[in-house]
Structures are given as C-alpha cells and as structure tokens.
C-alpha cells in the first residue's frame, strides 16, 4: 500500500473545509451624527440592537481625549477624529471651519488601508459635503449626496436615502474593502427640534435612520463569503437645540461606540472607550499593523 499518496489525500480533505470557510474581511465605519443613545434605547430600532446583540458596545464613548480638550464639541472635529483617529491637536480641526487642516500628516484611515491592500476598493458616501471636501482621502468612490432644498431636516432625510442606495449599489458593484457612511438627518432634527429621548421628532429620525441601517445590512448579509465588521458611532450627543460648548455637558460630550460582527466580543465595554478607537479598531480587524510612526490616540477595542 502506498501511504504518502493517501496521507496527502486525507489531508487535502481536511482542509479544504477549513480553507473554503476562510472569508474575507470587510469594514463599515457607520456615522449617525448628533446621535444620543439615550434615545436610541427609547426608540424602536430593531437594526441597531441587532448590531448590539451581535457584538460588544459603550453607551458613553468620549468626544474628548485627557490630552486635548480646547475643540468645539461639533461636527468638524468630531468626525475629523473619528475618521483619523487621532484628536483635534493633530488634525487641527476645532470647529466646522477646516481653516488649517493636516490630514496630510493625519490622513483617513483609507490611506492606511491602501498602503497595506493597493488594489482594496475604499468607498465614502456621506450627506454633510466638509467631509467629502476636506477629511476624506484614498477613496476609490466619495460621494456626497446632500439635495437642496430650503427645509433642512427633509433635505438630510432624503439625502440619507440616496446615500443607503448608493451604499447598496457599491457593496454590491465595487467589492469595497472598507466604507465609510456618514447619515445627517438626526442631527438636524436635534437643532430643529430638540436633542432628547422625550422629542417625538428627534426619535422618530432616529427610527427613520434605524431603518436606513436595516437596508444596508441586508445588503452585507448577502455577501456570504466576506466577513464585515462594523463600528458605529456618533460625533457629539446634544442638549436643548445644540451641542457647542459642551466640554462639561455629559449629554453632549457622550457618544456611543458599537463594534460588530463575527470578530467581535460580545457584552459591554469594561474600560472607557473613545471615537478614535474606531479607526485603530477597524484596521486591526483587517490584519492592518498599527504603526507607532501614525502617532494614533485611539486603540482597537472591542475585538476578539
């Protein structure tokens, strides 16, 4: 009997199971913004509680760093720290006037993505266009999908409608390695009405935005050779009809931080956790080494 020949047969058996259940591994970086969890807890959103059930979350994830706290407490900064992962003394953003930026020396963190995967697709889709024009770079697709209109509230709902379709399309045309999706309605509702679990009009956006999530999640699910992880948080909470200023304001200075799928742990953060741990975190996820010489803030959390 020849045994080499027939080993190799049994092990190639083995195998190829494990090898034919390897999937690859895609992120989605998810941004509500002006959003409090508070009142997502209040709201009746299935989709994001699914994303909770599915991994492990912070109810009270930080705006603000111990290092560096002089920034507006708004959108600029906000999501200039979420999508870099260092705080706004590197990035130099402190309010939504992006005067002196340095994301070239902090860039997007599909500049890291890039440089670790050259041929990876890497697709931003937002509705509030300074993050299109100045914090997004490395990106195969960006998109900003805002409509006029003079009613602010149902120009974000609809421009989040076309930013869910058009992340459907390209989850499902482009591949992409790593997205980015940035929904406004919410937060203008806040300014318009009020950012609080007891105003019908702010939950109700929420809800409106659950559902958008929903869409985009039966999209991913779909893709049942790819693994995805997705991070959602938010750039501030909010207090009365706004958030600036809110160094000391508990509602406004808490965000949250979910990160879900199969690579993640399960529960609810021990430690306290920051927007800039969702870059570091995402990286990570991909197989991406953290570079000391990128002088991140953040750290990746929440993984298994």
Known sequence: MRIAPLLSLLLLTIAAPLLAAEKEKHVLLLGIDGCRFDAVQKAKTPNLDRLVANGTYSPTALILGDRYRKNDTISGPGWGSINTGVWADKHNVQGNEFKEPHFDKFPHFFH?????????????IVDWDPIAKYIVSDADVSLSTKPTGANVVATYAKGDEKSTAEAIRLIEELDPKAMMLYLGQVDETGHAHG?????????????TVDGLVGQVLDAIAKRIDEEWLIVVTSDHGGEGRGHGGGHNNPNILHSFLIVSGEGAKKGKFEEQVYIVDAVPTLLTYLGVKLDDAWQLDGHAVGLK
Do not use: G, M
Not at 112 to 124: E, G, I, M, Y
Not at 195 to 207: R, T, W
């Open 112 to 124: 890291f993505v890039k440089q670790a995967f050259p041929d990876a697709k890497t697709v931003s």
């Open 195 to 207: 950012f609080h679990p007891s105003v019908p009009e702010y939950i109700a956006a929420i809800e």
